[in-house]
């Protein structure tokens, strides 16, 4: 019974998070489907004793069932970058509380649930008032744009604007599953799919399989595709998802669905 109702608290206290109630209609919707998804871009838990981060761009929340670390909100923090692989360290404190989060992309099992997750997390966290430092352990993931998941069609391709002409038979397209991290469409000859990797601000499409039609001579297709891999973020307006790297502009798609 005492663990049943630890289970039930957690609920209230992290997973709780996932609906928001329309005060205006009187109705509740999914987090994932609306622009509150937008506002963290990771989540992570652990066990043992129950605990949850969600890390935002305005703000990081924990919560737990510690006695005295029920949900404590920091202000948000860029990361401390580790230089020889993909681990992100957050420094954060407020006026009673300071915690160090660290979060590794490293393959992560439930202690409880037995579920895998791509990160691990830690949290050693403090009252200020305090010596003793709580560590805890977890894991997480990020969470995919939900803008992503949808269908989108070639219109400019390194800062020029494609024609039917430049593919013979039709404009390249990306249809993108956010909740599955893939992608599937067609280059503009052959079929193509593949994986995308997400973390905040990153964007790449990864493991990019297309089939091997034999394409005409003049056919961008090969440009498309190397666009496509050079990729390393996006944004999102006015209809266009548009994908850029450092060094230029890539490509810009229109919604069509």
């Not at 935002?56 to 990361?79: C, H, M, Q, R």
């Not at 949290?123 to 939900?146: A, F, M, P, Q």
């Not at 790449?204 to 034999?214: D, E, G, N, P, Y």
Request: aromatic share 10%; with cysteine.
């Amino acid at each position: 019974m005492k663990k049943l109702l630890s289970i039930l608290l957690l609920a209230a206290l992290i997973i709780g998070c996932k609906t928001t109630a329309n005060k205006e209609s009187g109705t509740t919707s999914s987090v994932s489907s609306t622009e509150e998804d937008l506002k963290y871009y990771f989540k992570g838990t652990g066990n043992e004793p129950f605990w949850g981060i969600k890390m935002g761009n305005e703000e990081i929340v924990f919560t737990s069932l510690i006695p005295g670390k029920e949900k404590i909100t920091f202000p948000a923090v860029d990361a401390i970058r580790a230089m020889d692989a993909n681990v992100k360290m957050y420094q954060v404190n407020n006026e009673n509380t300071s915690a160090t989060i660290t979060i590794q992309q490293l393959d992560c099992q439930d202690s409880m649930s037995g579920a895998i997750s791509p990160y691990s997390v830690k949290v050693e966290i403090r009252n200020n008032s305090e010596l003793e430092t709580k560590k805890l352990s977890g894991c997480g993931k990020y969470l995919t744009d939900y803008r992503l998941h949808d269908i989108w069609v070639l219109e400019e391709l390194n800062g020029y604007k494609v024609f039917a002409t430049d593919f013979q038979k039709e404009f390249p397209r990306l249809e993108i599953n956010s909740a599955e991290n893939r992608f599937s469409g067609f280059g503009g000859c052959n079929s193509i799919t593949g994986q995308i990797f997400f973390e905040k601000d990153v964007l790449r499409f990864t493991k990019v399989i297309s089939t091997l039609m034999a394409c005409p001579q003049g056919n961008k297709e090969g440009e498309f595709l190397k666009a496509l891999q050079s990729t390393t973020t996006y944004s999102i307006g006015n209809n266009q998802l548009t994908l850029s790297n450092p060094s230029a502009k890539l490509a810009v798609f229109k919604k069509v669905d």
